[in-house]
């Protein structure tokens, strides 16, 4: 079956794929990965709720990388994890969220300065070929949402999955309540 021109346009750069609860296992359990690029060649995002529990500062001792020192570490994706890329987000003037995606540490550096802007180190990347995420939409893995306003000043850990439904509607709201093993209650 082919994608008609209509679904493809379903999904835009920028916004956010937020793992549907029955995605239990791996690491896109309660991902909220945001989608940095779109075609009919596949996809490319990256999760932004799973801090590695590491600083850059851990693995960058030189002294040229000292002001990106105690900026955390969070898992992009299961793709090319052993690569620690840079990513930099904020608003534009129309309170839209802008990012640079697979920057150089020199430009995590030049981000960093600008006030509003936050910066991120990622190990690995979410990708998927032509076709994949939207045969994966379409067995309702993911729910596709803008993001929220306050996606910036929000907590980018494992509560971002939950606040991020709560703000969509009551069904999802419900969808972020759901126990994990309800039938084990």
Request: aromatic share 8%; with cysteine.
């Amino acid at each position: 079956m082919s994608q008609s021109s209509s679904d493809s346009q379903i999904l835009k750069q920028g916004d956010l794929l937020i793992a549907d609860p029955s995605l239990r296992d791996g690491i896109f359990r309660k991902a909220v990965i945001l989608l940095a690029q779109h075609s009919a060649e596949g996809a490319f995002g990256l999760i932004l709720n799973q801090p590695a529990g590491s600083k850059v500062g851990d693995f960058l001792k030189d002294k040229s990388f000292q002001s990106l020192a105690r900026i955390p570490v969070h898992v992009g994706g299961p793709v090319a994890r052993e690569h620690l890329t840079f990513a930099a987000f904020w608003k534009s003037p129309e309170n839209e969220l802008r990012y640079a995606i697979r920057i150089s540490a020199q430009d995590a550096i030049s981000h960093s300065k600008n006030p509003g802007t936050l910066v991120r180190a990622f190990v690995g990347y979410s990708g998927w070929s032509g076709g994949q995420l939207e045969d994966e939409l379409e067995r309702s893995s993911w729910v596709v949402s803008p993001p929220p306003e306050s996606l910036l000043g929000m907590a980018h850990d494992q509560s971002l999955w939950e606040d991020t439904l709560n703000g969509l509607s009551p069904f999802h709201r419900l969808l972020a309540l759901c126990p994990e093993h309800p039938w084990m209650n």
